[in-house]
């Protein structure tokens, strides 16, 4: 009898509970946690739960983000059809009735104004597929110019730091199970344990085998606790702060004599220049003491191994990748590159920032990290697509500049796609303002942004469990990105998207793609012989090898995991130093009797970027329902400031209203607001739009504020 209702109650449960499983990686930091999503239909409802899967990155780690990935695709606010706007409101629309609409107007413009007066402004949370199509569809299918995405307000510093001092740029230098190994680690500028918490067991690990971690960052954060020296930077002062240690290190005779003449340019030049600066000044200048700064060059010079780390925190000014080049100085002048367990790592902020950024979003850039002005490169990548090298179009200019353009009244239409620049550009009032200027816009997203609010056409995009492809993580590991959910209602992937356009524009014989994977093989193509060469990886090796480092140029070739052991990728094979000033070309955001306080900005664990997805999130949205700014106590009471209270904070700029939260962590002329939030909470409306005259890059981590109490804002 016991066996018989067993039986029955097993029969029963399995007629009212099933379970299926989806394989897919994070949408959100570039760690690229692999993932496996648990469905479970129980009668009426489902239910679902997110695991991590082991693999060479994160060894099946997730943090709170990732598993709570899932709420927002399941969100009810997805968009699952295309939708156009009539008279101000959005009407639910037909494939082929946006579709055409879409048409009539690019044509119209284009005919009317030329082919540049269309622009496209992609992403780098995109698959590689999607952001090589997405670059191939500006320049084939639209025949424009003007093309950059929001990786520009995110890795430009860094990448155009790397390749003018290595002759290239890939992120890390070296791959993630090298940091244990490293001796001495310099933090400058990352917040590591909140934006990419599941790379913090690597460092834990360098700990316990006795390496030295220094941290920069004007305040305290759960990174700097981590640190065994923390330089409380004043914001914006980071490259005098390097000249410092760089200082230190060749009058000390602490830098590695044989390295540099047998790898390296611009030593003498340097050792001039820096022969000429005050340490004193450079203490005032940077607000750290001068021992403090001579603890340090010794430190990283004296230890057998070494590493720095960069991110937003010294990337994101208007010299960023003047003060990158700085700390790669640093690094050269000691000779720790292209070593084990030596080495510059660039963190990525987006979850494709690095594969994103190489093979054709950026406005002078062509697959392969190819360059559009050079002649050999147009010939080569003409041929694959199977146009003339004539109809390749010339650079355009960045993201920012791009909105620049349409307030100038030079372009007319836009395609944006999985971007919300309303909030996370600069100046954020200007941006608003441009993108209403617009005669055309077109939005593809997965919810009606901030920015998708303001389309004509806004078309349903696919998420991380739908849309498969690859992704380069952070160390420049080509993953591939499982994904078999079906899509929402009517909802498609980016490419299908874009070759559907494509179509419509009588475009459609470049764009046969019938699935990632038959675009990822012409980007193979596409990308061989330049500087980021996937040619030897493919669908089928990245399954079997659980992705592949590139350079990786044949099909048996194993990837390249450390770069430069043997020379630079300049012609000469040589490294370059650059000559940094302490005080930058484009003049900062400077304080005054009106605006005395710094501020700088950044990311909370809980939010990604401007918080379109996790916002969508409630497990994620309720850690964090507003945002904040950090201040600290001594400051407050100067400025009549108390904890938990509504503040104004106004910049030359504009004003937002957060509330107040006190920290003695934080420096005294130093205030933090995270950038996740809009509308009157958006930090960018406070900052400047004055950009890297290298690299294009805006000021967000430094604006000069005031602030006050706004007890009577409800």
Known sequence: MTEMLLKYFRTKQNHVESEKTYDSQCPYCSMQCKMQLIEQSIVTRKKYTTIGIDNPTTQGRLCVKGINAHQHTFHKDRLKYPMIKVNG??????????????????????????????????????????????????????????????????????????SQTFGMDRGFTNSLNEIPSA??????????????????????????????????????????????????????????????????????????????????????????????????????????????????????????????????????????????????????SVGKIGKPG????????????????????????????????NEEHRSYIAKVWGIKKEELPRKGVSAFEMFKKIHDGS??????????????NPNAHFVEEALNKLSFLVVVDLFISETAQLADVILPASSYLEDEGTMTNVEGRVTLREASYPCPGEARHDWQILCDIADVLGKGKYFPFESAEEIFNELRVASHGGIADYYGVTYDRIRKESGLLWPCPSMNHQGTARLFEKSFAHPDGKAKMAVVSNVPLVSKDKVSEEFPLFLTTGRVMSHYLTGVQTRKSAALAARNVESHVEIHPTTAIKYGIQDETLVKIESRRGSIVVRSKLSEGIRQDTLFVPFHWTNSQNVNFLVGEELDPTCRMPGFKLSAVKISSAMDVG
């Open 89 to 162: 409101e959005f009407v639910r629309a037909s494939w082929e009735e946006a579709l055409s609409f879409i048409k009539e107007n690019i044509q119209s413009i284009q005919e009317r104004k030329g082919k540049n007066a269309m622009a496209v402004y992609g992403s780098a949370s995109i698959t590689n597929e999607e952001a090589y199509l997405l670059g191939k569809f500006a320049r084939v299918a639209l025949q424009t110019k003007y093309i950059d995405y929001n990786g520009r307000l995110c890795m430009s510093a860094a990448a155009s730091a790397a």
């Open 183 to 332: 001796r001495c680690i310099i933090l400058a500028g990352t917040n590591i344990a909140e934006c990419q918490p599941t790379i913090m067991p690597y460092f834990e690990k360098a700990k316990e085998n006795g390496a030295y971690i220094i941290a920069i960052d004007p305040r305290e954060t759960a990174t700097t606790k981590l640190a065994d020296l923390h330089i409380k930077i004043k914001p914006g002062a980071d490259a005098a702060f390097a000249n410092g240690v760089l200082k230190v290190i060749i009058e000390d005779h602490l830098y590695d004599k044989s390295f540099l003449s047998e790898k390296v340019n611009g030593f003498e030049e340097l050792q001039n220049h820096l022969s000429t600066m005050n340490m004193e000044e450079i203490g005032l200048l940077s607000g750290v003491p001068v021992e403090l700064i001579r603890k340090v060059a010794y430190r990283f010079a004296k230890e057998e191994t070494g590493m720095i780390f960069t991110a937003r925190g010294v990337e994101q000014q208007t010299d960023g990748a003047a003060t990158v080049r700085n700390f790669l100085n640093i690094l050269l």
């Open 342 to 373: 030596c080495g510059f790592c660039a963190i990525t902020g987006q979850g494709n920032g690095q594969g994103a950024r190489e093979h054709g979003q950026k406005a002078d850039q062509l697959p392969g990290y190819r360059s559009i002005e």
């Open 411 to 424: 372009i007319s239409g836009m395609l944006l796609m999985c971007s919300n620049p309303v909030v996370s």
